[in-house]
T-cell receptor
């Protein structure tokens, strides 16, 4: 499983766009990139997933360059409720037995 | 999306007793489930892979005799912490993939275990 590296923490203000970049130099051909959000004392919640290029859903965008060695989660116009830990995971889906290893994550703190 | 539940949401027990935590996939079948533990302000640590109809696969350093895992059906996996000690106090989380070609996991809400 590819190891991921993210900034330990980030601060932002309400209404700003937040970009969190994750490095995964050893990503394998079959690996997807998935981002999760976790609030204290809760299980992680799926945010977005991609394989290459750009993916957008109602809460975030995910940018993946051609070499796929990194990815950037973009949160538009964050609010106080976006204060959470964000995890970038790289895994091989069914080909990798769905096994998921969490890195340290990025602790995002949104200020008023 | 798919829903995974855990029971209980929190439990307090005395040192030396055993505690069972249930993980259920409510609207899909899961031949594989995962168990994690999380200490305060730390990341999730994968403990083991629960396999329906076969033995669980434990990560290095996790005592299989202490953390018993049973995946008795396609919707239920249980984690039993045997002879619990205060150092076993932690947040235990399970997850299950819905089984598509991607890697999306559905996580339970977690179980807070406190061993006195």
């Amino acid at each position: 499983l590819a190891k991921t590296t993210q900034p330990i923490s980030m601060d932002s203000y309400e209404g700003q766009e937040v970009n969190i970049t994750c490095s995964h130099n050893n990503i394998a051909t079959n690996d997807y990139i998935t981002w999760y959000q976790q609030f204290p004392s809760q299980g992680p919640r799926f945010i977005i997933q991609g394989y290459k290029t750009k993916v957008t859903n109602e809460v975030a965008s995910l940018f993946i360059p051609a070499d796929r060695k990194s990815s950037t989660l973009s949160l538009p116009r964050v609010s106080l409720s976006d204060t959470a830990v964000y995890y970038c995971l790289v895994g091989g889906g069914w080909t990798g037995g769905f096994k998921t290893i969490f890195g340290a994550g990025t602790r995002l703190f949104v200020k008023a | 999306g798919a829903v995974v539940s855990q029971h209980p949401s929190w439990v307090i027990c005395k040192s030396g007793t055993s505690v069972k935590i249930e993980c259920r996939s409510l609207d899909f079948q899961a031949t594989t489930m995962f168990w994690y533990r999380q200490f305060p302000k730390q990341s999730l640590m994968l403990m083991a892979t629960s396999n329906e109809g076969s033995k669980a696969t434990y990560e290095q350093g996790v005592e299989k005799d202490k953390f018993l895992i049973n995946h008795a059906s396609l919707t239920l996996s249980t984690l039993t912490v045997t002879s619990a000690h205060p150092e076993d106090s932690s947040f235990y989380i399970c997850s299950a993939p819905q089984g598509g070609g991607d890697n999306e996991q559905f996580f339970g809400p977690g179980t807070r275990l406190t061993v006195l």
